[in-house]
């Protein structure tokens, strides 16, 4: 009976009634690029850049991405509720590398997430780079 009171002791807690815990440091939910890696990709081909989130939400969120340099376009894709990552697969035009050129860049963003942070280290890190080379 002895050892049943000393084992019932020590799995007491220690904390109190009323204890406050402070979760100011804690990390938001955000959303991210899963890869950061350049992406080599030939003209009139499609990127695949994949979007991720450790968490899983109740509504849609939408995310808005912009292409910067060798060619230029914004648009949205849609995180569906209870999914917690979207492939956009990102047509390349023809002709954005130059005559004479081997390849052009141009550059993803993630510049919005629908209420969530963009990225887990700061919004300007959520970027890849494409390396565009000419259609053979």
Known sequence: MLALMGTMFSFSSCEKD??????????????????KANIEVEEEKTASITFQSR???QQDKTLKYEVTG???KSGTVTLARNTNSITLNLPVPANVVPAGQTSATATLT?????GLSVGRKG??????VLQITPKL
């Open 110 to 114: 993630l510049v919005e997430a629908d």
């Open 55 to 57: 968490e899983f939400f």
């Open 70 to 72: 060798a060619f230029t």
């Open 123 to 128: 919004s300007d890190k959520e970027k890849v």
């Open 18 to 35: 009323m204890d406050t815990y402070d979760f100011s440091n804690s990390m938001p939910a955000y959303v991210e690029i899963k890869s």
